[in-house]
């Protein structure tokens, strides 16, 4: 009988420590100042739940007193496990996970932020409380596009772009597609243009672009496809994006949209790109970096001319 008590209290110790372990090991992920607050208390109880709770099982007599007494500490464990584990997923950033090899868009796109918030204000005795707004579709800026498509001006074109910018790339990524090389004449061949940024604080000179695209097996995906970033004040190389066979992986489409999204530095610059008044043999766009992981923002802006 002490031995099945023993083991009792072993995997109540054995949970303890994994919440303890786990609430440590998430504590190094960037949340806001409340969930903190939040965290730190709830690690509180839990040592307040082991220092208390542990010393009244030692000191109980019978085992089915010890077994309710287990029963009492696992549940107040799990408790604060749920607990915890609620306040790391409410505050976790939407951009999360970013950009990881598993690319998992962050839930919640359309959370109400009142859920957000670490300690809410007691709700007013209000039986009919307002419906929350619905959220912006992601891909608002397509809307735009039928506009862009109709200016012949490069100068007029990337103002235009402005307007465009994709406020969340990395879940655009999630909805794009890998361009069809049915489908990629448009892009075949031999571009050259320039990068172009708005902050010289983080840039100090503007970047020069190439790509060359060309197909392997012109009846199967499969494709040769180069992309070369470099200086434009010294010619210095700064990447080397390389498809050497198979699908046009870096050049991506999305749907409804009639431009191209093409990862430009391993995944840590994009460009949106459109052919000028419809002519693909001069594409203009934005260009966005990556801030953090899953996080990107637009940086500058891009023209491309086919040689």
Not at 47 to 65: G, R
Not at 201 to 213: G, N, P, Q, S, Y
Not at 249 to 274: E, H, W
């Amino acid at each position: 009988m002490k031995k099945i008590s023993s083991q009792i209290l072993v995997v109540v110790v054995v949970v303890a420590v994994a919440v303890v372990s786990f609430s440590l090991g998430r504590s190094s992920a960037p949340t806001s100042t409340a969930s903190a607050v939040i965290a730190d208390q709830i690690k509180s109880e839990l040592i307040s739940l082991t220092q208390k709770d542990f010393e009244e099982y030692q000191n109980l007599k019978t085992l089915e007193e010890k077994y309710k007494k287990a029963d009492e500490i696992l549940g107040k464990i799990v408790t604060v496990f749920l607990a915890d584990l609620g306040v790391k997923l409410a505050f976790k950033s939407t951009s999360p996970t970013m950009l990881d090899g598993t690319c998992n868009i962050p839930a919640a796109q359309t959370q109400n932020p009142t859920a957000m918030t670490s300690n809410p204000a007691p709700a007013e005795a209000n039986p009919t409380a307002p419906t929350p707004a619905p959220a912006k579709p992601v891909n608002e800026w397509i809307n735009h596009e039928k506009t862009l498509l109709e200016v012949r001006d490069e100068t007029l074109a990337l103002e235009e772009l402005k307007k465009m910018e994709i406020k969340d790339l990395f879940s655009t990524l999630k909805s794009s597609s890998a361009l069809s090389t049915k489908n990629s004449n448009g892009i075949q061949g031999f571009y050259a243009g320039e990068i172009t940024f708005f902050d010289r604080k983080t840039h100090k000179t503007d970047w020069l672009i190439t790509w060359d695209v060309r197909l392997r097996k012109p009846n199967k995906e499969d494709a040769y496809a180069l992309v070369i970033l470099a200086k434009k004040d010294n010619g210095e190389v700064i990447s080397r994006s390389q498809t050497s066979s198979g699908p046009l992986q870096d050049y991506m489409t999305v749907p409804g949209s009639a431009g191209l999204i093409v990862n430009i530095r391993a995944d840590k610059a994009y460009i949106q790109i459109y052919p000028l008044n419809g002519n693909t043999q001069i594409w203009v766009g934005n260009v966005y970096e990556q801030k953090n992981r899953g996080e990107y923002t637009m940086t500058g802006q891009v023209r491309l001319n086919k040689q």
